[in-house]
C-alpha cells in the first residue's frame, strides 16, 4: 500500500510537464520573466550576470533576458544592458554561453523606452521619443518625466530599423531568438493605447493605426531572424507608466489576431490584475479570448504562486508562466515546485541596486540535505 508521500510524489504538477514550443523542446513550463536588474554598467552587460542567469537555468528551462535598448535612443533607466554596439554584443556571448553550458532556451528582450525616460539617457541632452508630446502625468508617480518629442512619420521607419539589426545582433550573441518588448508602458506600447497615442496620421487614431507601428518592427524582426524565433510581450489592461487603453480586450485580440499571421513563436501576455508593477487587483476581465486568438505559444504573467500556475496550465488558460520576482528570490523555483518547498522571499529594496552580489546572485538555494530522491529540476 502506497503511503501519502509516495502517492504525493506521482502526483502530476502540470507546472512541471514537459512542453514543445515549437523547435525548443521545454522540460517544464516555469519561465524566468524579463526582469530589469540595473547592473549592467555604461549599458553594457557584465560577467556577474552569468552567474546570475546560470544559477536560474535548468536543462530544458526558458529564460527571458533583461530589458535591452536597441539604440542610443532606447534608454530610460541607468545600467540596463544594449545590444545596439559591437561592445554590448562581444558582452552578452559569455552570458548566454553559461546559459547553454546548462541546456537553457535564452531569449533577449528587445526595448526601447520612449517617453519613459530623461535627457540625461538621451543622446546629447536631447527630449525622449514617443508617439506624443504629452508627459507622463499619472498622479502617484515617484518620477517626474520631461515632455518627450513626438516621432514624425518619416522616422518611424528608421526605429523599426533599430530594431532588427538589435534582432540581428541578438542572434550574433547566440540568443536563441528574441522577445519584443510591446508592454509596460514603453515605446510601442505608447504607440498601441489610445489614452496616449494622440496623433492623426496613419500611426495614430484607430485600432488599426495605432498597432501599425509595433506591428512593423515584429514583421522587421520576424524577417530577419525567422519568426520561429520571434516572441512579443504586451500588457493591454495594465496602466504602467501613465499608459491606458479605452478598450484593452479589444487591442488585444486585434495584437494576438495580428501576430498569428506573421507567425511568430510565442504572445507573452501580462494578466488583467496586474494594474501597477506589484499589486494584484481584483478584476473579472480574462485572457482567455486573448490566448484563444492567437495560435502559437501562449505564455501568462502577473504575480503568479505555484498553486495559480499549476491551475491555469491545468486548465488551458496559457502553455507557460513566466515568473519574476519568486523566480528572482528563488533560483532554483523548479525544484522548490517539485517539492513544494518553502521560497525566499524577495527583497523589493534590493530589486534595482546596482551591487554585483546582493539581492542578484545571494539568493539561497534549498540545502543537499533537504533534498530527497531524484533531483529532476
Known amino acids: 500500500m502506497k503511503t501519502t508521500m509516495e502517492e504525493e510524489k506521482e502526483k502530476v504538477i502540470p507546472l512541471l510537464t514537459p512542453f514543445n514550443m515549437a523547435k525548443f523542446n521545454l522540460s517544464h513550463r516555469i519561465v524566468l520573466a524579463p526582469l530589469t536588474r540595473t547592473r549592467s554598467y555604461n549599458f553594457v552587460a557584465q560577467p556577474h ?19 535591452s535598448g536597441v539604440s542610443e535612443t532606447a534608454q530610460g533607466y541607468p545600467n540596463t544592458p544594449g545590444i545596439w554596439r559591437r561592445e554590448q554584443v562581444e558582452a552578452w556571448k559569455p552570458i548566454v554561453k553559461a546559459v547553454h553550458e546548462k541546456g537553457g532556451i535564452f531569449f533577449c528582450q528587445l526595448w526601447h523606452a520612449g517617453r519613459v525616460s530623461h535627457y540625461v539617457f538621451q543622446p546629447d541632452g ?9 508627459p507622463i502625468q499619472k498622479e502617484g508617480s515617484s518620477t517626474k518625466y520631461p515632455s518627450p518629442r513626438r516621432l514624425t512619420a518619416d522616422e518611424i521607419p528608421m526605429i523599426v530599423n533599430d530594431f532588427r539589426i538589435a534582432a540581428k545582433n541578438a542572434i550574433e550573441a547566440g540568443f536563441d531568438g528574441v522577445e519584443i518588448h510591446g508592454a509596460n508602458g514603453y515605446l510601442l506600447e505608447q504607440f498601441l493605447k489610445d489614452k496616449v497615442n ?7 487614431g484607430s485600432l488599426e493605426n495605432r498597432c501599425r507601428f509595433p506591428l512593423m518592427v515584429v514583421k522587421a524582426v520576424a524577417d530577419e531572424i525567422g519568426p520561429d524565433k520571434v516572441g512579443v510581450r504586451l500588457s493591454p489592461f495594465a496602466d504602467y507608466c501613465d499608459c491606458g487603453d479605452s478598450n484593452p480586450q479589444e487591442l ?17 501576455v501580462i494578466e488583467p490584475r496586474m494594474l501597477t508593477m506589484f499589486e494584484k487587483h481584483e478584476t473579472n476581465e480574462s485572457l482567455l479570448p486573448i490566448r484563444k486568438a492567437f495560435s502559437g505559444t501562449f505564455i501568462v504573467a502577473g504575480g503568479y504562486n505555484r498553486s495559480e500556475g499549476n491551475k491555469v496550465i491545468e486548465n488551458g488558460g496559457a502553455d507557460l508562466v513566466a515568473y519574476g520576482r519568486l523566480f528572482l528570490a528563488n533560483p532554483d523555483l523548479p525544484r522548490r515546485f517539485e517539492l513544494d518547498a518553502e ?3 524577495p527583497d523589493r529594496s534590493t530589486f534595482y ?25
Open 353 to 377: 541596486s546596482n551591487d554585483p552580489v546582493v539581492g542578484y546572485t545571494d539568493y539561497p538555494f534549498l540545502e543537499n540535505l533537504y533534498l530527497k530522491g531524484p533531483n529532476k529540476f
Open 126 to 134: 536631447q527630449a525622449p521619443i514617443s508617439s506624443t508630446n504629452k
Open 343 to 345: 521560497l525566499n522571499k
Open 49 to 67: 550576470a552569468a552567474l546570475y542567469y546560470s544559477q536560474r537555468t535548468t536543462n530544458g528551462g526558458f529564460l527571458i533576458g533583461e530589458a
Open 252 to 268: 488585444g485580440i486585434y495584437m494576438a489576431q495580428s501576430l498569428s499571421k506573421l507567425g511568430i513563436l510565442y504572445c507573452h
Open 198 to 204: 494622440d496623433r492623426d496620421d496613419e500611426y495614430g
